[in-house]
C-alpha cells in the first residue's frame, strides 16, 4: 500500500462527525472532521540532546488542547513513527509539550535510526482511549500538513499507548479515509492489550486482597465506600497518602529483611495470589486506586465497571478462608459496555501489526498478549499478527536494538510483502549491536499463557 496525497478537507482531525464526503468511497457514514488546514503550524523547538546531534525539532498545540512533539532527522528515511504514550496521565489537560518531549527521549532511538517521530501528550488526562486515539490521528495529519509527506507511517504504541494504538488502528482505515490507509502498518510494545474490561481486573482484586490483610484503605474509622470505584469523587487521598498506609501494613518502604514477620507473610501472600513482584504492589495500588476513581467518576458515570464476583482466588495460606472473606462487587452493567465501548479491541486491523513484549513484565503482563492474539483471530486479522517476545523484567523500555530490529522487519512486510516470524526478528536483532549496543534478548519459541491462568475469570455484565 502506498501514501497518496490527499486533499486537505479530506484529512482526519479528532473533534469528528459522521456525515457523507466527497474524498472517496460511497459508504455514507465516512468519519470526517474539520480540515488540517485549520490547525496551526508547529514552531522550531529546541531538541533533547539525545536526538540533537541528528534531527530538527518543531512542538506546537493543537485545535482540541493536545500539545506534541516533532523530531526530523537530518536524514530521514521518510517513514514516519507516529507515537502513542502510556500512562495514562492523570489530572487536567496537558500544559506543555512536555510529556512528548520526554518520550522523545525514550524512543531517540527511532530518529537516530532514521525515522520521523510524533508524539502528543493527549488532550486531557485520564483513561479515555478514543479521544487519545483522535488526538494521534490528528498529529499524523498536521504532520502530514506543515511539515512532510511520509512514504510510510507506523503507528507505534507503548504501554497503555498500545491500546490507545490498537483503538486508532481500527478506527481509521481506508474504509473510513475516502480509501487511503492512514497507517501501514502497528507497532505494540509493551501493551496493555485486554481492553479496559479485562486489563485492570487484578487490580481490583488487588485491592480487595490488601483491605482483607491490611483494612487501611479505608480505615475502619473512615467512610466507607466500595472499593471498585477508587476512592469517592471528592476524595483528596494523595498518592504519598496511600504509600504511608501501606508502609505501615506492609513496610514497601524498606527492604525485605527490615520487614516484621507479619509484613512479609501480607506480602508474599500478594505476590502468591495476585501474581505480581513485591516492587510491583505499591505501583499497582495507585493505579486501582485513583485510576478507578477517574475510570468511575469522570468516564463511567459514577458507578464502576470492575467486578470480582465469581473470581475465585488461590495462592494463600488458606484460599478457602480468602474468597469467603474478601470483598465481592457486582460491576454496573451500563458502566461496564460505556468502558468496553471506548477501551476493549474488536481486532479488526487491516493492516500488519508487530508486537512485542517482555515475558517478565511486571506491569502488563505477557498473558495480555495471549488474549489480543484472541482477540485479532476474532476480528478476523489473526494473518496480520505477529508477536514476539524477550527475556526482560521490563516494562517501560527493553533496548535499542531490539526496537530497531522490530521496525526493520515490519518495513520489510510492508515494502515487500515478506511476513516477519519470531525467529526472524532475532536473528536479525544482533545486526543493529554493534551501532545501537548489545541488548538483544528475543525468545522466538516463546508461547504467552492465557489471561486466565494469571488473572481469576469472573462474572460479567
Not at 122 to 140: K, N, P, S, Y
Not at 145 to 159: D, E, M
Amino acid at each position: 500500500m502506498r501514501h497518496v496525497p490527499r486533499p486537505l478537507e479530506c484529512v482526519f482531525t479528532a473533534a469528528f462527525v459522521l456525515l457523507s464526503t466527497g474524498c472517496g468511497g460511497d459508504d455514507d457514514d465516512v468519519v470526517v472532521a474539520p480540515p488540517v488546514a485549520t490547525e496551526a503550524a508547529p514552531t522550531a523547538a529546541t531538541c533533547p540532546t539525545e536526538v540533537a546531534a541528528v534531527a530538527r525539532c518543531l512542538s506546537g498545540k493543537d485545535s482540541a488542547g493536545a500539545y506534541y512533539f516533532i523530531a526530523m532527522p537530518t536524514t530521514w528515511n521518510n517513514t514516519l513513527v507516529l507515537h502513542a504514550h502510556g500512562g495514562p496521565e492523570l489530572g487536567g489537560a496537558p500544559t506543555s509539550a512536555d510529556r512528548s518531549a520526554e518520550d522523545l527521549v525514550r524512543w531517540a532511538v527511532m530518529v537516530k535510526a532514521g525515522y520521523a517521530w510524533a508524539g502528543s501528550t493527549f488532550r486531557q488526562g485520564g483513561v479515555e482511549v478514543r479521544a487519545a486515539a483522535a488526538d494521534t490521528e490528528r498529529l499524523r495529519g498536521i504532520f502530514r500538513s506543515h511539515v512532510a509527506q511520509p512514504r510510510r507511517t507506523i503507528l507505534h504504541g507503548q504501554s497503555w499507548g498500545a491500546n490507545v494504538a490498537a483503538k486508532a488502528a481500527e478506527t481509521y482505515t481506508a474504509a473510513t479515509s475516502g480509501g487511503v490507509a492512514p497507517y501501514d502498518a502497528v507497532l505494540l510494545t509493551s501493551g496493555v492489550l485486554g481492553g479496559g474490561t479485562r486489563s485492570y481486573d487484578f487490580r481490583l482484586d488487588l485491592r480487595v486482597l490488601y483491605q482483607h490483610l491490611c483494612n487501611n484503605h479505608p480505615r475502619p474509622s473512615e467512610p466507607q465506600y466500595p472499593l471498585a470505584i477508587g476512592l469517592p469523587k471528592d476524595s483528596t487521598m494523595t498518592s504519598a497518602d496511600l504509600a504511608a498506609r501501606t508502609a505501615e501494613c506492609l513496610a514497601l518502604d524498606k527492604p525485605q529483611a527490615q520487614r516484621t514477620a507479619e509484613q512479609q507473610a501480607k506480602v508474599q501472600t500478594i505476590v502468591n495470589v495476585i501474581k505480581i513482584p513485591a516492587s510491583s504492589i505499591q505501583s499497582h495500588l495507585n493505579w486501582g486506586t485513583f485510576h478507578f476513581k477517574d475510570i468511575t467518576h469522570l468516564r463511567t458515570g459514577g458507578a464502576s465497571p470492575f467486578g470480582n464476583v465469581g473470581a475465585a482466588y488461590a495462592g494463600s495460606a488458606d484460599d478457602a478462608a480468602l474468597n469467603a472473606a474478601v470483598q465481592r462487587f457486582t460491576a454496573d452493567p451500563a458502566a461496564y459496555r460505556k468502558f468496553a465501548e471506548d477501551t476493549d479491541l474488536t481486532g479488526k486491523i487491516p493492516v500488519p501489526v508487530l508486537t512485542l513484549k517482555a515475558v517478565n513484565d511486571p506491569t502488563a503482563f505477557v498473558e495480555l498478549d495471549a488474549h489480543f492474539k484472541t482477540t485479532m483471530a476474532a476480528g478476523g486479522s489473526a494473518d496480520r499478527l505477529v508477536q514476539t517476545f524477550a527475556d526482560f523484567a521490563t516494562h517501560s523500555y527493553l533496548s535499542d536494538p531490539t526496537y530497531v530490529a522490530l521496525m526493520d522487519r515490519l518495513m520489510v512486510w510492508v515494502d515487500q510483502g515478506v511476513k516477519p516470524t519470531p525467529d526472524s526478528v532475532a536473528a536479525k536483532c544482533p545486526e543493529f549491536e554493534a551501532t545501537f549496543g548489545t541488548g538483544c534478548k528475543f525468545l522466538p519459541a516463546y508461547q504467552a499463557p492465557a489471561l486466565a491462568t494469571r488473572v481469576p475469570e469472573r462474572t460479567r455484565p
